[in-house]
Nanobody, 125 residues
Framework: QVQLVESGGGLVQAGGSLRLSCAAS????????MTWFRQAPGKEREFVGG?????????NFADSVKGRFSISRDNDKNTLYLQMNSLKPEDTAVYYC?????????????????WGQGTQVTVSS
């Protein structure tokens, strides 16, 4: 069993940066594929980026965030991070981290075993 708790969300102006954290407890994240998703009001939850247990962070990213977002993990702190730069109003959403026992980064919500409660990110224009 893994418990995931996201933090670091908030209100930021367009062009700004935020770093989200996903603190895990119960099991080490080094044995899971770890991924970030987001969900804007009235929309389905969508893939942001993720990395397998063998990566040091993110290896797959949605086209909409490539070059602006990066993922890292600190196995000692059992924490996953999402660094978001050059934020746009369309990045406004609740951001979730998810853990999968699977060996690949799935870009749909299916196949993820554990989810955090989410953290709100609002980007003003």
């Amino acid at each position: 069993q893994v418990q995931l708790v996201e933090s670091g969300g908030g209100l930021v102006q367009a062009g700004g940066s935020l770093r989200l954290s996903c603190a895990a407890s119960g099991r080490t994240i080094s044995t899971y594929t770890m991924t970030w998703f987001r969900q804007a009001p009235g929309k389905e939850r969508e893939f942001v980026g993720g990395g397998t247990r063998w990566s040091n962070g993110g290896t797959n990213f949605a086209d909409s965030v490539k070059g602006r977002f990066s993922i890292s993990r600190d196995n000692d702190k059992n924490t996953l991070y999402l660094q978001m730069n050059s934020l746009k109003p369309e990045d406004t959403a609740v951001y979730y981290c998810a853990a999968s026992k699977g060996l690949v980064v799935r870009t749909t919500t299916f196949g993820y075993d554990y989810w955090g409660q989410g953290t709100q990110v609002t980007v003003s224009s």
